[in-house]
């Protein structure tokens, strides 16, 4: 899609880099198809069918030979740059490779390429809350679960209190200045960073926590992708 095509607006990028070793396929994760389409396709339609959502970066390895090489997706524009060896890294080239008419003050989202069942429900409360909060916000969902601390020999040491604790999801919702240099600070500071909102917190500054659906899960292993070929059925 030509530059005079690229509208302002609220832009995602999704790190699509990763190799998915732990899912054991022989493609990345990200391109394994459920319903007929490659879990990716899945994202994106998610996020580019929702009103805010302006366009997407997708974040690509040097040498995806998987990319099916789309350029629109729902009259929007789908963009991509080339990531790095770690998430960071990869959420890092994404954000600077954006239109310049993403201000820098604007709010960017954040998603996974393999968490493909995102509700617009969430995605209209996460950017309610987040535009209205100084720092920006994350999909998240309390802990629910007993959690246990294994020793080395694999007993249990201990019961762990699960209040205050939440998973984090995606998407996470920064202001894309403010993202980039805590991104760099961490990188400088050789922290590995785990999500967006933990470069955050390492500024001093505290994420919003909103409450999104335990479905927006994403797929890591076969059952995930069994998982969401179940939700396909429903929907």
Same mark, same amino acid.
């Given at each position: 899609?030509?530059?005079?095509?690229? *509208?302002?607006?609220?832009?995602?990028?999704?790190?699509?880099?990763? *190799?998915?070793? *732990?899912?054991?396929?022989?493609?990345?994760?990200?391109?394994?198809?459920?319903?007929?389409?490659?879990?990716?396709?899945?994202?994106?339609?998610?996020?580019?069918?929702?009103?805010?959502?302006?366009?997407?970066?997708?974040?690509?390895?040097?040498?995806?030979?998987?990319?099916?090489?789309w350029d629109e997706i729902a009259g929007k524009p789908v963009m991509t740059s080339i990531g790095g060896a770690e998430r960071a890294d990869s959420v890092l080239a994404g954000i600077n490779a954006l239109p310049e008419s993403v201000r820098q003050d604007d709010f960017v989202l954040v998603h996974d390429a393999a968490r493909p069942n995102l509700a617009h429900a969430d995605l209209d409360r996460l950017i309610d809350l987040g535009r209205a909060d100084p720092v920006g916000a994350i999909l998240a969902a309390p802990v629910r679960d007993t959690l246990k601390r294994a020793g080395s020999d694999g007993g249990i040491d201990g019961t762990e209190p699960r209040e205050r604790l939440w998973r984090a999801f995606t998407p996470q919702m920064f202001r894309r200045l403010q993202l980039s240099k805590a991104l760099d600070a961490a990188h400088a500071a050789g922290i590995a960073i785990t999500d967006e909102a933990m470069a955050m917190e390492r500024q001093g500054l505290r994420p919003l926590l909103v409450e999104g659906r335990e479905d927006n899960f994403k797929v890591t292993t076969p059952a995930d992708l069994a998982r969401f070929e179940f939700e396909l059925q429903k929907r």
């Open positions: 899609m030509s530059p005079d095509h690229v *509208r302002a607006g609220l832009w995602a990028v999704v790190p699509a880099a990763g *190799r998915g070793t *732990r899912f054991g396929a022989e493609v990345p994760k990200q391109y394994l198809e459920a319903g007929g389409r490659p879990l990716i396709a899945w994202t994106l339609h998610a996020l580019l069918m929702h009103a805010s959502v302006a366009g997407v970066m997708v974040v690509l390895a040097e040498d995806d030979a998987h990319w099916p090489g």
